[in-house]
C-alpha cells in the first residue's frame, strides 16, 4: 500500500524556519515527482513546491524563502521554509506524482499543520 | 499563470440527482491535463479524475470527466450521502500548477 507520512508541523514565530518531512513507502521513490501542497484554514488548496529528478519547481509566493529536496535512500521528501510569514499557515500535504513529466498528485498524506504566529 | 474558475460555489441537490460541476480555464494551452480531486471534511484531498476523463483507481463509475481546451466538467451521475465534499480542477500541463477554488457539494 502506497502510504505518505508527513511530520514537522507545529508553531513557530514570523522570521523563523522549519523543516518538513515526508516519509514514502510502498512504491519506487525514486520515479517519482514529489510535491507539496498546501491549504490555510478554511480555505483551498495551493500548489507549493515539486521536484522530479533533480529539478524543483516552486510557486512565486515561495521562491527564495522555501526550499524542496528528496533523499531517494531514505525514500524521504523534504520542504525546509525559511523566513515563515503568518500567511504561510496552513495544512502541508506531501504528494506524489503520477510519474516524472506531467504528474497528477495520485497520492496525498494526512497533512501537517504549520502555525506561524507571533 | 492558469487561472481556473469553478462553479457553482456550492451545489445542494437531493440523493439520486445528477451534480454538474464546471472548471474554466483562463486560457488553453495545458492539453488535457486536467485532474478533479475530491476533499471530504477534516480529509486530505483524493484523486477522482485524470487526463480531463479518465477515472482513478477504485474511483465509482458515477463520477465521470469530460471537456477540452478551456472549460472541463465533473459529472456525479447519482448523487449519494458520502459525495458530500469539496470538489477542486487542477491543472497539470504547466506551472505554476494551479487549482480551482472548489465547489462544495451539500446535501439537501
Known amino acids: 500500500e502506497v502510504q505518505l507520512l508527513e511530520s514537522g508541523g507545529g508553531f513557530i514565530q514570523p522570521g523563523g524556519s522549519l523543516r518538513l518531512s515526508c516519509a514514502a513507502s510502498?512504491?519506487?521513490?525514486?520515479?517519482?515527482?514529489m510535491s507539496w501542497v498546501r491549504q490555510a484554514p478554511g480555505k483551498g488548496l495551493e500548489w507549493v513546491s515539486s521536484?522530479?529528478?533533480?529539478?524543483?519547481y516552486d510557486a512565486d509566493s515561495v521562491k527564495g524563502r522555501f526550499t524542496i529536496s528528496r533523499d531517494d535512500s531514505r525514500n524521504t521528501l523534504y520542504l525546509q521554509m525559511n523566513s515563515l510569514r503568518a500567511e504561510d499557515t496552513a495544512v502541508y500535504y506531501c504528494?506524489?506524482?503520477?510519474?516524472?513529466?506531467?504528474?497528477?498528485?495520485?497520492?496525498w498524506g494526512r497533512g501537517t499543520l504549520v502555525t506561524v504566529s507571533s | 499563470e492558469i487561472v481556473l474558475t469553478q462553479s457553482p460555489g456550492t451545489l445542494s441537490l437531493s440523493p439520486g440527482e445528477r451534480a454538474t460541476l464546471s472548471c474554466r480555464a483562463s486560457q488553453s494551452g495545458f492539453s488535457s491535463y486536467l485532474a478533479w480531486y475530491q476533499q471530504k471534511p477534516g480529509q486530505a484531498p483524493r484523486l477522482l479524475i485524470y487526463?480531463?476523463?479518465s477515472r482513478a483507481t477504485g474511483i465509482p463509475d458515477r463520477f465521470s470527466g469530460s471537456g477540452s481546451g478551456t472549460d472541463f466538467t465533473l459529472t456525479i451521475s447519482r448523487l449519494e450521502p458520502e459525495d458530500v465534499a469539496v470538489y477542486y480542477c487542477?491543472?497539470?500541463?504547466?506551472?505554476?500548477?494551479?487549482f480551482g477554488q472548489g465547489t462544495k457539494v451539500e446535501i439537501k
Open positions: 487526463g480531463a476523463s
Open positions: 487542477q491543472q497539470y500541463g504547466t506551472t505554476p500548477r494551479t
Open positions: 504528494a506524489k506524482g503520477s510519474g516524472m513529466s506531467y504528474w497528477y498528485f495520485d497520492v
Open positions: 521536484i522530479s529528478v533533480s529539478t524543483t
Open positions: 510502498g512504491f519506487t521513490f525514486s520515479n517519482y515527482a
